[in-house]
């Protein structure tokens, strides 16, 4: 029994023979469908169950669950329930919704879903809207994302992306990560420096280590330049992938990956100069605003970023917090982390309060200019 992720096209044979058996392929297609996630439940090669979800930061909606008539009262719209919920937990998404057919209610409240507002008419079938709260603080939380750079599989930091400036930390990562998951952080920034030099992923056995041997939410970055290094990173455990450079160099082949992969496990790095977007490990800065390459992103389906002011990386000076409230005014639904520059918890704060929904903090956690205590005290606040 598997539940992967398929194509629009697979998910409708199923759709139309379950829930609209007289109906035409095309006509069980939903508006937006390729912009869904779509899920099939195999048993060996057989797609026995389908659904489809519609994720955006506030909720997510799924539509079209459809289990075989062969393989029904097995538990497999269960599974299929389940899986979702566990995606979004994940995704820090906070509700998770339907239209359930009335006939359907009993089904979904055993997961917990509430009744929502009113029944109501498509056709000759009444629908009730079914809510799940997944967390009913994950649209209010600003999550501290500590970072981990990874050179010769051991912890350092560099300043200003300078690898003739290098310290070492630690030597193994995977202790520096259970420490941080010890005192209640839930998500880590991991970042391959050999990766970024090569221009392929390097360090995907720390990668390995770490989600296989915490619980925490993992971005990995760093080498990514061709679909396999998509692939080592996601079979190697990290949630999401974060792309800087390719991005800005080859967009197209970037957007393919944003369809295929889905958003939300893209983390979009935008490293920026004076407004201007930089690339090459911050060797090269372009002509691009960084207002209208965020822009075209957006306008692709992307929704989880990050930007980091290179001038203020490594040094402790504090945040460009004046970049980051002119970003969050123009696009202020996007998921936006910044990064670099913090020195101290008043920087944590202060980003906060200018709307961000999270900081990546680096050297000042290692430099002790944040302490682990005092990192764990606003953690469990």
Same mark, same amino acid.
């Given at each position: 029994?598997?539940?992967?992720?398929?194509?629009?096209?697979?998910?409708?044979?199923? /759709? /139309?023979?379950?829930?609209?058996?007289?109906?035409?392929?095309? +006509?069980?297609?939903?508006?937006?469908?390729?912009?869904?996630?779509?899920? *099939?439940?195999?048993?060996?090669?057989?797609?026995?169950?389908?659904?489809?979800? @519609?994720?955006?930061?506030?909720? +997510?909606?799924?539509?079209? =669950?459809?289990?075989?008539? #062969?393989?029904?009262? /097995?538990?497999?719209?269960?599974?299929?329930?389940?899986?979702?919920?566990?995606?979004?937990?994940?995704?820090?998404?906070?509700?998770?919704?339907?239209?359930?057919?009335?006939?359907? !209610?009993?089904?979904?409240?055993?997961?917990?879903?509430? @009744?929502?507002?009113?029944?109501?008419?498509?056709?000759?079938?009444?629908?009730?809207?079914?809510?799940?709260? =997944?967390?009913?603080?994950?649209?209010?939380? @600003?999550?501290?994302?500590?970072?981990?750079?990874?050179?010769?599989?051991?912890?350092?930091?560099?300043?200003?992306?300078?690898?003739?400036?290098?310290?070492?930390?630690?030597?193994?990562?995977?202790?520096?990560?259970?420490?941080?998951?010890?005192?209640?952080?839930?998500?880590?920034?991991?970042?391959? $420096?050999?990766?970024?030099?090569?221009? !392929?992923?390097?360090?995907?056995?720390?990668?390995?280590?770490?989600? *296989?041997?915490?619980?925490?939410?993992?971005?990995?970055?760093?080498?990514?330049?061709?679909?396999?290094?998509?692939?080592?990173?996601?079979?190697?455990?990290? #949630?999401?992938?974060?792309?800087?450079?390719?991005?800005?160099?080859?967009?197209?082949?970037?957007?393919?990956?944003?369809?295929?992969?889905? &958003?939300?496990?893209?983390?979009?790095?935008?490293?920026?100069?004076?407004?201007?977007?930089?690339? *090459?490990?911050?060797?090269?800065?372009?002509?691009?605003?960084?207002?209208? @390459?965020?822009?075209?992103?957006?306008?692709?389906?992307?929704?989880?970023?990050?930007?980091?002011?290179? +001038?203020?990386?490594?040094?402790?000076?504090?945040?460009?917090?004046?970049?980051?409230?002119?970003?969050?005014?123009?696009?202020?639904?996007?998921?936006?982390?910044?990064?670099?520059?913090?020195?101290?918890?008043?920087?944590?704060? +202060?980003?906060?309060? &200018?709307?961000?929904?999270?900081?990546?903090? *680096?050297?000042?956690?290692?430099?002790?200019?944040?302490?682990?205590?005092? $990192?764990? &005290?606003? =953690?469990?606040?």
């Amino acid at each position: 029994m598997q539940i992967r992720r398929i194509t629009t096209e697979d998910t409708l044979p199923l /759709r /139309r023979d379950v829930l609209y058996p007289q109906e035409t392929l095309d +006509a069980v297609r939903v508006p937006g469908d390729e912009d869904g996630l779509h899920f *099939g439940l195999f048993e060996e090669a057989e797609i026995v169950g389908v659904v489809s979800l @519609f994720m955006r930061r506030t909720d +997510a909606q799924f539509r079209k =669950l459809a289990v075989h008539p #062969a393989c029904q009262g /097995r538990g497999y719209g269960r599974l299929l329930i389940q899986h979702l919920i566990e995606l979004c937990t994940k995704e820090h998404v906070p509700l998770l919704w339907c239209n359930a057919r009335d006939t359907a !209610e009993s089904f979904y409240t055993q997961f917990g879903f509430t @009744f929502e507002g009113a029944h109501f008419k498509k056709g000759n079938l009444t629908f009730c809207r079914m809510e799940l709260q =997944l967390d009913k603080t994950a649209g209010e939380t @600003f999550s501290i994302i500590p970072a981990i750079d990874i050179i010769d599989g051991k912890c350092v930091r560099l300043t200003q992306g300078d690898y003739a400036q290098k310290k070492v930390y630690n030597e193994h990562p995977l202790e520096v990560a259970k420490a941080f998951e010890s005192i209640g952080v839930r998500r880590l920034h991991l970042v391959d $420096l050999d990766g970024a030099k090569k221009g !392929e992923v390097v360090n995907w056995k720390v990668l390995e280590a770490i989600a *296989g041997k915490t619980n925490l939410v993992v971005d990995f970055g760093g080498g990514i330049k061709k679909e396999e290094d998509l692939r080592i990173v996601y079979e190697n455990g990290a #949630a999401m992938a974060t792309i800087g450079s390719i991005a800005v160099k080859d967009p197209a082949l970037f957007f393919g990956w944003v369809k295929t992969y889905g &958003a939300e496990k893209i983390f979009l790095g935008a490293d920026v100069k004076e407004e201007k977007i930089a690339v *090459g490990g911050w060797l090269e800065t372009t002509e691009l605003s960084v207002f209208d @390459f965020l822009e075209s992103n957006i306008q692709q389906g992307v929704y989880n970023i990050f930007c980091t002011d290179i +001038a203020k990386d490594g040094l402790l000076q504090g945040p460009s917090i004046s970049l980051y409230k002119k970003i969050l005014e123009r696009f202020p639904k996007i998921s936006f982390i910044a990064s670099g520059g913090v020195s101290a918890m008043e920087d944590v704060h +202060a980003l906060e309060e &200018a709307g961000c929904s999270g900081v990546i903090v *680096g050297k000042a956690i290692y430099e002790d200019k944040i302490t682990m205590k005092e $990192l764990e &005290a606003y =953690l469990k606040k």
